[in-house]
């Protein structure tokens, strides 16, 4: 065998062999790479930088994005297909991103949210000032 043929084979099995499978239901689905996850990660964070210029988020908690990584939670319903759910829970808001269907498209559906976290879940102990805390 020449070099160019084995190089190519090699590259060929390296790439056949590294897909993970999930079973869903009975159903085995090609996973996401690492690499496709963190594809994922990176958009979400590029897209925190926009909402920036918007006032949507803080630039705390985008250097907070920027810093740790998003807990991380992939729903299959095809091979790579499915629904990824990212989300941030910063001291002061949970930032989530949600993508749909294809996964791995160049420019995957995605809505982005925001919820305030609870004074009780942030261990902020409530003014007992106020009347009613």
Same mark, same amino acid.
């Given at each position: 065998?020449?070099?160019?043929?084995?190089?190519?084979?090699?590259?060929?099995?390296?790439?056949?062999?590294?897909?993970? #499978?999930?079973?869903?239901?009975?159903?085995?689905?090609?996973?996401?790479?690492?690499?496709?996850?963190?594809?994922?990660?990176?958009?979400?964070?590029?897209?925190?930088?926009?909402?920036?210029?918007?006032?949507?988020?803080?630039?705390?908690?985008?250097? #907070?994005?920027?810093?740790?990584?998003?807990?991380?939670?992939?729903? #299959?319903?095809?091979?790579?297909?499915?629904?990824?759910?990212?989300?941030?829970?910063?001291?002061?808001?949970?930032?989530?991103?949600? #993508?749909?269907?294809?996964?791995?498209?160049?420019?995957?559906?995605?809505?982005?949210?925001?919820?305030?976290?609870?004074?009780?879940?942030?261990?902020?102990?409530?003014?007992?000032?106020?009347?009613?805390?």
């Amino acid at each position: 065998m020449n070099k160019r043929f084995r190089f190519s084979l090699l590259l060929l099995f390296a790439v056949a062999g590294c897909t993970t #499978y999930v079973e869903v239901d009975g159903r085995r689905y090609a996973a996401l790479s690492e690499s496709e996850k963190q594809s994922l990660v990176d958009l979400s964070r590029r897209t925190l930088f926009k909402h920036l210029s918007r006032n949507l988020v803080t630039r705390a908690e985008c250097e #907070y994005a920027n810093r740790h990584a998003p807990e991380f939670r992939v729903t #299959y319903r095809g091979d790579r297909y499915g629904s990824a759910v990212l989300v941030w829970r910063t001291p002061g808001r949970q930032l989530e991103f949600h #993508y749909e269907d294809d996964l791995t498209a160049e420019i995957p559906i995605c809505s982005f949210a925001t919820m305030e976290i609870p004074d009780h879940e942030r261990r902020i102990q409530p003014d007992k000032s106020i009347p009613g805390r």
